[in-house]
C-alpha cells in the first residue's frame, strides 16, 4: 500500500512547492504526461528517479516512498518551523504522530492550507501589481460595479423621478450589469488561462527565462566554441524576446571564453566553492564567477543553484529559479536581499546567509556582486547592476547572527517589527 501512494505524495509535495507538473517534469528529465500518470498512481517508480524528484522538491527519498507516519511526521517539522511565536516539542513528535495520526493529520493538513492560501495571495498581490491586463480587467470591473452602484443609489434616494428619466437609470442598469458579467467572465478566463502550463502574456523576460529553463541554463554548442547566433530561437513568439535571448546568450558566451568549462571544473574539484579565489585565478570579475556557476549542469554543484540579476531601480532583469525562492520583479522584492544591498556597495563582494521568511522558512547561501557598466561618456555616472547567486542550504541554526531575515515583499511578509517596511502586511499575524 505504501508503495502504490507514491505518486499521490510526489502531486502533494509538488503543490506545497509550488511547481507545474511542467516544470517538475523538466527538471527531473521526464515528460510531463509521464508525470502525471506517476502522481496519480498509474505507474510505479523507483530507483533513480525517485532521488532526482525528491531532490527537485528537497525533501528526502523517505518522505515519499513510506507510509502516511513518515509523510506526517514531516509535514509536522514544516509546520512547527513555520510558527509564528510558538516552540513545538519536536523530540516527541514521533510518538505524538504515532499515538494521534487524526490530529496529526488535521494539523499538516491546515498547515498545507496556509501554506497554499499565503502563496495565492502572494501570487495574486504580485500580478495585480504588475500584470498590465489584470489591472485593467479589474478596473474594468471596479468601474462597472460603481456605476451601478451609484445608479442604484440615485433610484433609491430619490423619492419622485420622472418616468423618462426612471427608464433611462433602468436602462443603464441593465447595460452595466451585462457589462459587469462579461467583464467578469473575461476575467474569470484569463485567470484561467494563465494558470495552464502554455501560458504565454507576452512579457519578453520570462519567454527568455522559459527558453533558458528548458535548456537547463546550459548550452553545450556555446561550450564547445559556438556560435551563440546559431542558436535556434523560433520556438519564440516575440522579436523583442528574441533580442532578449540573444542579449543573455551573448553574456553567456563571454563568460564560457573567460572561463572555459573543463578549467572551472577542474578548478572546483581542487577547493572548496570560493567565487573570490576563482575570480582571481581565472582573472575575471565577480559578477562573470557567479553567472558561469550558475551555468554548470544541474546538480554540479552539489545543491541547487540559483541567479537573479536586477538593474539599479531594482527590477528583475534574469532569474534561473530555485525551489521555495521567491523574489517579486519589479520594485516590490524586499529591499534586504543581498542582491539589493550590494547596489550600495560596488565592486564590494557580499555573502550572506538569508532566511527567506512567507509560506515556508527556507534557507539560502547567497553570493552578491554590484558592478559598474560601460560609461557612455564624461561627466556621465555608469549604470550599476547586481548580481546574485542563489544556493539552497538545509539543517542551518536560524538564531545565528549572521542570518539575514528577509521577506518576499512587505504586503505578505510576517516580519511586523522590520524597520526596512513600506507598508502594513496583509497578514493578521506578526513574526
Request: proline content about 5%; glycine content about 6%; some cysteine.
Amino acid at each position: 500500500m505504501r508503495d502504490t501512494l507514491t505518486g499521490s505524495r510526489i502531486r502533494e509535495r509538488r503543490q506545497i512547492a509550488g511547481l507545474r507538473q511542467a516544470e517538475l517534469a523538466r527538471q527531473v528529465g521526464i515528460s510531463a504526461s509521464y508525470l502525471n500518470l506517476i502522481e496519480h498512481n498509474r505507474r510505479r517508480i523507483g530507483g533513480k528517479l525517485v532521488v532526482d524528484i525528491a531532490a527537485a522538491l528537497m525533501v528526502e527519498p523517505s518522505v515519499l516512498t513510506q507510509g502516511i507516519e513518515a509523510t506526517l511526521i514531516s509535514a509536522l517539522r514544516e509546520a512547527a518551523a513555520d510558527a509564528v511565536g510558538q516552540e513545538a516539542e519536536l523530540d516527541g513528535l514521533e510518538e505524538f504522530a504515532g499515538r494521534f495520526p487524526g490530529w496529526a493529520g488535521v494539523l499538516a493538513q491546515m498547515h498545507r492550507r496556509v501554506v497554499s492560501l499565503e502563496r495565492t495571495v502572494e501570487t495574486l498581490s504580485d500580478r495585480l501589481t504588475h500584470d498590465p491586463h489584470l489591472a485593467a480587467s479589474m478596473h474594468e470591473v471596479l468601474s462597472t460595479a460603481a456605476a451601478i452602484r451609484s445608479t442604484a443609489a440615485i433610484l433609491a434616494d430619490t423619492q419622485e423621478i420622472e418616468p423618462e428619466w426612471r427608464d433611462r437609470f433602468h436602462s443603464n442598469l441593465h447595460q452595466d450589469a451585462e457589462r459587469l458579467a462579461e467583464s467578469s467572465k473575461s476575467l474569470v478566463t484569463y485567470l484561467d488561462e494563465s494558470d495552464s502550463a502554455g501560458d504565454h502574456r507576452g512579457v519578453p523576460l520570462e519567454d527568455v527565462e522559459a527558453f533558458f529553463g528548458k535548456n537547463g541554463h546550459h548550452f553545450p554548442h556555446i561550450e564547445q566554441g559556438g556560435d551563440e547566433a546559431e542558436i535556434d530561437l523560433s520556438e519564440m513568439e516575440s522579436t523583442a524576446a528574441r533580442s532578449l535571448t540573444r542579449d543573455f546568450l551573448g553574456i553567456y558566451a563571454a563568460d564560457a571564453r573567460a572561463m572555459p568549462m573543463e578549467k572551472l571544473q577542474a578548478a572546483l574539484a581542487d577547493v572548496p566553492l570560493d567565487p573570490l579565489q576563482l575570480a582571481s585565478q581565472f582573472s575575471v570579475d565577480v559578477a562573470t564567477v557567479l553567472r558561469r556557476l550558475a551555468a554548470l549542469p544541474d546538480g554540479y554543484l552539489g545543491r541547487p543553484t540559483g541567479l537573479v540579476v536586477c538593474d539599479a531601480s531594482g527590477s528583475i532583469l534574469f532569474s534561473k529559479p530555485v525551489p521555495g525562492f521567491a523574489m517579486p520583479r519589479f520594485g516590490e522584492a524586499c529591499p534586504l536581499w543581498p542582491l539589493f544591498q550590494a547596489l550600495n556597495r560596488p565592486l564590494v563582494p557580499i555573502r550572506q546567509r538569508v532566511v527567506q521568511l512567507g509560506r515556508t522558512a527556507a534557507v539560502f547561501d547567497c553570493y552578491s556582486y554590484a558592478w559598474p557598466q560601460t560609461i557612455s561618456g564624461y561627466d556621465q555616472g555608469p549604470v550599476y547592476r547586481s548580481v546574485m547567486l542563489v544556493q539552497s542550504i538545509e539543517d542551518v541554526a536560524q538564531d545565528q547572527q549572521d542570518v539575514a531575515w528577509v521577506g518576499p515583499s512587505c504586503r505578505v511578509c510576517p516580519h511586523s517589527d522590520c524597520t526596512s517596511r513600506r507598508e502594513p502586511s496583509i497578514l493578521s499575524e506578526g513574526f
